[in-house]
C-alpha cells in the first residue's frame, strides 16, 4: 500500500494527464478501483491563486479528490462509488452532485454566462443550462490524473495538508482562498435560492 508521500509523489510528477475525451471514451482508461485523483488546469479560473502548487506540462494543480469517501461509522453500507465513476461524473455530471463542479462554475460564472438555479422539484442545485458550457470549458482546460488507493480516506488528510490546492474546500481551511471560495459558493446558493425553478 502506498504512504502519503509516494502517492504525493505520483500525483505532482504524474506520467500522463488525461483529458474529457480521453476519460469518456470507450474503454475508460480510469480503473473502477479505489483511489485519489487530481485535477491539473492549463487556464486556471479568474481569481484563483497559485502560488506554490504543483505544474505539470504547463498545468496547474489546483484540486484533490477521492472515491471512495470513508465507510459510514454508523453501520450504513459503504459508497460503491471508485475512480472511474467519481472521474466520469465530475466530466459530465452536474454542480449538485460535484463540488469540483460547482466551485468552478461559481467562479467562472460571469466568463462563461451561466448561474446556479434550482432545479425539478427546487431541492437540486444545477447551472441548468450552463452545465453544458462548463463541461466544455473543462474539456479545454482541465485534464486528471490517479493513483489506486484501497484507503484513499486514510491519505487524504496527509495529501491536503502536504499539496497547495485552493480548490479544496474540504479539511482545507489553512488554504488562503478557503474563505474567498466558500463565499462566492455561499452567494450563488443564496441567488438561486431567490429565483424561479427550472
Not at 504512504?3 to 474529457?20: E, K, V, Y
Not at 496547474?60 to 461509522?73: D, E, F, N, R
Not at 469540483?100 to 466568463?111: D, V, Y
Request: glycine fraction near 8%; aromatic fraction near 6%.
Amino acid at each position: 500500500m502506498l504512504t502519503a508521500t509516494q502517492m504525493h509523489d505520483q500525483l505532482t510528477h504524474p506520467t500522463r494527464l488525461w483529458s474529457r475525451p480521453n476519460i469518456l471514451a470507450r474503454p475508460c482508461p480510469v480503473p473502477a478501483e479505489p483511489g485519489v485523483y487530481a485535477w491539473y488546469f492549463a487556464e486556471v479560473p479568474p481569481g484563483v491563486p497559485t502560488q506554490g502548487c504543483a505544474v505539470r506540462d504547463g498545468c496547474t494543480l489546483l484540486y484533490v479528490g477521492i472515491s471512495p469517501s470513508a465507510p459510514p461509522a454508523n453501520g450504513k453500507p459503504p459508497s460503491r462509488q471508485n475512480l472511474r465513476t467519481r472521474v466520469r461524473y465530475h466530466m459530465r455530471g452536474n454542480a449538485e452532485g460535484s463540488t469540483l463542479r460547482l466551485s468552478l462554475g461559481c467562479l467562472l460564472s460571469a466568463r462563461l454566462g451561466i448561474e446556479l438555479r434550482r432545479v425539478g422539484s427546487g431541492g437540486r442545485r444545477t447551472f441548468a443550462r450552463g452545465e453544458a458550457r462548463l463541461s466544455a470549458w473543462i474539456e479545454r482546460h482541465a485534464q486528471v490524473t490517479w493513483v489506486v488507493h484501497p484507503q484513499p480516506w486514510a491519505v487524504e488528510p496527509a495529501l491536503i495538508a502536504t499539496l497547495v490546492l485552493p480548490l479544496n474546500l474540504d479539511q482545507n481551511a489553512h488554504s488562503p482562498f478557503h474563505a474567498t471560495l466558500s463565499r462566492l459558493r455561499a452567494e450563488a446558493k443564496q441567488r438561486a435560492r431567490m429565483l424561479p425553478i427550472v
